[in-house]
């Protein structure tokens, strides 16, 4: 038997989740929870084999929890997100987790991430795999500009602006206020000089950010 926990902010979607990982008899979900300080506290106290952890937690990035949660033997991370910026998942593996599976997959994959997780192996889902394969492969080297360096939830940020969503319609997909993320603009554009948002899409292209 599998012990695993849920952490997602979003209620529907964490009980989808636990709804759907009740359905097989090898899991027991062991709790759940809706933001960083819950999960690490559930994860302190009940040590599941599988920390099944959503890429978008409020108040930080989930990358904040696996960097926390590392040095726990007891517990390997699965991120469960539709992100498939090669940073990103790159960022997401180095943090430490040991899962990386799409949103937009069968849950089949899921159940099968869960398994090979779960006996001490890793996994990511086949369209980001070539991502990291490459990334791997040309000695670690980012098309994101490292004299700008930028966090994941400010390149979050960047990638939902330069695709045209504004401020409310960013901060509902990321979880977020709208506050946050003109926080996170303004931080952007300072870090990278940007002016208008013309140039933050034109950055945005021309680091591979989102496609041209």
Known sequence: ??????????????????????????????????DEWQTLELVARHKPRILLLSALLP?????????????????????????????IVVDTLRAGAAGYVLTNRPSAELFDCIALVAAGQVYASPAVSQHVFTITMNGGRRRVDPAHPITPRERQVLALSAEGFDC?????????????VETHRANLMAKLSLRSQTDLVRYAIRHSIVPA
């Open 1 to 34: 038997m599998t012990t695993i926990a849920v952490a997602e902010s979003q209620a529907l979607v964490r009980e989808a989740l636990i709804a759907l990982l009740g359905t097989t008899p090898t899991l027991r979900v062991i709790g759940s929870a809706q």
């Open 168 to 180: 409310p319609q960013i901060g509902s997909r990321l979880a977020i206020s709208r506050r946050t």
């Open 59 to 87: 108040q930080r990035d989930s990358t904040s929890v696996l960097h926390q949660l590392r040095g726990d033997r007891a517990t390997r991370c699965i991120v469960l997100t539709h992100h498939t910026e090669p940073d």
